[in-house]
């Protein structure tokens, strides 16, 4: 069996509604957390303020007899009542041995009070008379309505001809629906009604405080002129202050309010994936838009033709000098912290780049509320120029190798000039023969090699060795330069990540995980 999960006390509660709000500062809009800095005010206000003290108010309508109540519960006339109407036009407050209530009650701005004369039973217990909650003074109805914010319990003072009226079931009632257990509604002047008219009457208050979320709180009858339910109202109030939980049980039902009403619209409303969606997709893009195809091309480029001055045939060596360097013509010989020269993206590929960040940061954050996920798409989609900086600075920052020269060359380069020097020597020798020859002086016995005589064997040798040395190295280049392509294409492609990474994944992903926290807190106020 499933074990029922405890509720989280005020002081967790609160901590959950200010994390909400540091997160959700410079995403939910401002006006949507204004309750709850509010609320956050009032509850280190009221924590603060005579922690073993009640406060109570009684609440109601024009007519609906709250002063004659109150003055029944304290037991003598401190309240004005007349039969011109509204009579309260300022809160009053009655005081049983309630340490701290002077501060309490400046916090409240409530400063017309009467001490009560000692009564263990209420001992603790402030008791408010407020301005009619539909006055026609608007000075009355905001006092009310600031005081209904800030008590600790709450006392609907009802009557047989207004209890469904309006105002106070969709003004009060209803929105305070969190807050039935620091509640009770009074049915007063309930001696109005006939013994056989007062269950239907009842029953009807009952299903209109069902409607309006409050089908638990404690409903009881009065008769403030016959005294009838005066004492158990009175005993209600005793046992509400002797608790004690009156003020954080009210503190909690307004975090939990203020919570809903956020969770309404900033919870997820779908799952939100654990990692960044399509970040593979955005560093193609990205790498296209770069000029990493580029780059390869003028590395494999650049490596063939360092290549031919080490392997080449020695004669011809210095004809790949008058070749400009692919990548000295970028810019990219050596790392370094400059701009590249590479040419400018096409539109196409500024358009891909578009794309791949506004996929990223739409699938990325899939299942959030439609607030964040706007302005973490806008935010990301904002950071596309800085992208793009960083973009070309890696491409310059990277070692693509261009330095690079294999051992092989300085062998082959070796050799190279060895069976040049070889042909050379035969060709020397050769022509040395021929001028003895011209000017008809003798001419040495030439030693002979199988066949061939030894500065024949050696031209020949030396060309025909250099040459396949010359067109093997070639070869062997254009197999390294494909390889230095691919080295320096998986450099780039690293040098890339990690720049989209930085710019773009990152913040994403931070952006993600404060929504799972914000979501989190908002979860657990609103519990």
């Excluded at 060359?409 to 021929?434: E, N, P």
């Excluded at 998986?490 to 929504?515: C, F, K, N, Q």
């Amino acid at each position: 069996m499933r074990r029922r999960q405890r509720a989280p006390e005020l002081g967790e509660r609160t901590t959950a509604l200010a994390t909400v709000v540091d997160l959700g500062a410079d995403v939910v809009p401002a006006e949507r957390l204004v309750p709850a800095r509010d609320l956050l005010e009032r509850v280190g206000a009221r924590t603060a303020l005579a922690p073993g003290v009640t406060v109570a108010a009684l609440l109601g309508a024009t007519g609906s007899g709250k002063s004659s109540l109150f003055n029944a519960l304290v037991g003598e006339p401190l309240a004005d009542v007349h039969a011109r109407r509204p009579t309260t036009t300022r809160p009053l407050a009655a005081v049983w041995e309630a340490p701290g209530a002077a501060g309490l009650l400046d916090w409240l701005e409530v400063p017309d009070r009467r001490v009560r004369p000692a009564d263990p039973r209420l001992a603790g217990l402030v008791l408010l008379d407020l301005p009619d909650i539909d006055s026609t003074r608007t000075a009355n109805r905001q006092i009310a309505a600031r005081l209904a914010e800030r008590v600790d319990a709450l006392v609907w003072v009802l009557d047989p001809q207004k209890y469904a009226d309006a105002v106070v079931h969709e003004e009060y009632l209803h929105p305070l629906r969190e807050h039935a257990s620091v509640s009770v509604v009074v049915l007063n002047q309930a001696d109005r009604l006939s013994s056989a008219d007062l269950p239907g009457v009842l029953g009807h208050l009952r299903s209109i405080l069902a409607a309006d979320g409050m089908g638990d709180v404690e409903v009881l009858t009065a008769s403030a002129r016959t005294g009838d339910g005066v004492p158990a109202l009175r005993d209600r109030l005793a046992g509400i202050a002797a608790e004690g939980r009156a003020a954080r049980d009210r503190l909690e039902a307004d975090v939990r309010t203020v919570a809903r009403g956020l969770a309404s619209d900033q919870l997820p409303d779908g799952t939100v994936p654990d990692e960044p969606v399509g970040v593979d997709h955005l560093v193609r893009a990205c790498a296209a838009a770069a000029g990493a195809r580029e780059v390869t091309t003028a590395v494999e480029r650049s490596y063939r033709r360092r290549a031919g001055r080490h392997v080449g045939w020695p004669p011809l060596r210095w004809l790949g000098r008058l070749r400009p360097d692919p990548l000295r013509r970028l810019h990219l010989e050596t790392p370094t912290a400059g701009a590249s020269s590479l040419p400018a993206p096409t539109r196409a590929q500024e358009a891909g780049v578009r794309t791949g960040v506004h996929d990223l940061a739409w699938e990325s954050t899939a299942g959030m509320a439609q607030s964040w996920r706007a302005v973490v798409t806008a935010r990301t989609e904002d950071r596309i120029p800085r992208l793009v900086d960083a973009l070309d600075a890696a491409i310059t920052r990277i070692d693509i190798g261009a330095q690079h020269r294999p051992g092989w060359w300085r062998a082959w380069s070796v050799l190279g000039h060895l069976f040049f020097a070889t042909a050379l020597a035969g060709a020397l020798w050769l022509g040395g023969l021929a001028l003895l020859g011209y000017l008809r002086l003798p001419e040495p016995d030439t030693p002979m090699l199988g066949g061939l005589p030894w500065p024949t064997a050696l031209l020949l040798g030396g060309l025909v060795v250099g040459l396949v040395l010359a067109v093997v190295g070639r070869l062997f280049a254009r197999v390294g330069g494909r390889r230095a392509a691919r080295r320096a294409r998986a450099s780039l492609e690293e040098g890339i990540r990690e720049a989209t990474h930085e710019v773009m994944v990152a913040p994403l992903t931070e952006d993600v995980r404060r929504y799972r926290e914000f979501s989190a807190a908002l979860e657990l106020a609103a519990r």
